[in-house]
């Protein structure tokens, strides 16, 4: 019953927190300099045409007017249709979407175990080792995603030639069809995302390698792997899967400007379009979706890591 109050309570914070930034997401593009009319009706048309065009994407009504008649139709499942184009919101989700997701799965599948070992590995030895991993860690961290991509481009497509500089999917597939061009996008997705995790889990293998009760295993002849598998593992799980939850809100971010480098057919790479063209109902639905996306993954971590806890408090 306190893991159902408590998971109620994520609920309704992330409905709260749902609603308040597709607000600001809105108003944000509200403010934008410029708007869909010139990408709609040119940059030849006239006042008249221009104003007839505003008139009937309702670009004329007041910013709140709109905002209302746009949650009024998503919360019925209508994300309305985007401006150029008239592309359905929900159909260009539907598309781009799961190549997003795909790209994601791929980066903690190659992520998650590398920084679970380099995380643990660092954690319990300390010393020199800890020291280069967390200083490579943290220099890779504070590169661009951009910067990345760019190095793993000169050297596995100019330099090794192991890989296509271009990898073009083709109109209507995806990217299985053309499984190396996941590659480069996956390889800078998990150099960021293994910078941020590996940070965050070697401080909570450290912090818990520190405690009392394994010091007194340690005493009592319990070192290595028998230490790590029977004490700190355990222990650390709740705080390795809220740090993989805050690492894989890092890779939304990083994510859009993956997408983009490599023209990858993402959702990343729709939001970047649409908020070229002032495409207000594509920015609202893309980026609604990328936060829906993203407070489920916290609300998982968040109760993942809560009934991790009540073992840990019960097993001791």
Request: aromatic content about 4%.
């Amino acid at each position: 019953m306190k893991l159902l109050a408590f998971a109620s309570r994520r609920l309704a914070g992330a409905a709260v927190l749902l609603v308040l930034l597709s607000a600001g997401v809105f108003a944000a593009t509200a403010v934008l300099p410029g708007d869909a009319v010139s990408a709609v009706a040119g940059v030849d048309a006239s006042e008249a045409q221009r104003a007839e065009v505003r008139a009937e994407l309702g670009l004329d009504r007041p910013a709140a007017e709109r905002y209302a008649h746009w949650a009024a139709d998503a919360v019925r499942g209508d994300l309305g249709r985007g401006f150029v184009g008239d592309r359905p919101v929900a159909e260009v989700l539907a598309t781009r979407l799961p190549n997003s997701l795909l790209l994601a799965a791929l980066t903690l599948a190659v992520t998650a175990p590398l920084a679970a070992l380099l995380g643990l590995w660092t954690g319990m030895r300390g010393g020199g080792a800890d020291r280069v991993v967390s200083t490579t860690a943290q220099i890779l961290a504070a590169v661009p995603e951009f910067v990345v991509a760019a190095l793993l481009v000169a050297a596995l497509a100019v330099w090794l030639e192991v890989l296509p500089r271009v990898s073009v999917i083709p109109l209507g597939g995806t990217p299985l069809d053309v499984p190396h061009a996941l590659v480069l996008p996956v390889l800078t997705l998990s150099a960021v995302g293994l910078a941020v995790a590996t940070r965050l889990l070697r401080a909570s293998v450290a912090d818990t390698a520190a405690t009392p009760y394994c010091e007194a295993a340690r005493l009592n002849g319990v070192r290595g792997v028998r230490l790590a598998v029977r004490h700190i593992l355990p222990n650390a799980a709740g705080p390795a899967v809220q740090a993989l939850t805050l690492t894989t809100g890092a890779l939304v971010g990083s994510a859009v400007v993956v997408e983009n480098v490599f023209d990858y057919p993402g959702i990343g790479r729709e939001l970047h379009l649409a908020v070229a063209a002032r495409d207000v109902p594509m920015v609202q639905g893309i980026a609604t979706a990328l936060v829906a996306v993203m407070l489920v993954v916290l609300l998982l971590g968040d109760i993942c890591a809560r009934l991790l806890g009540a073992r840990e408090g019960h097993g001791r």
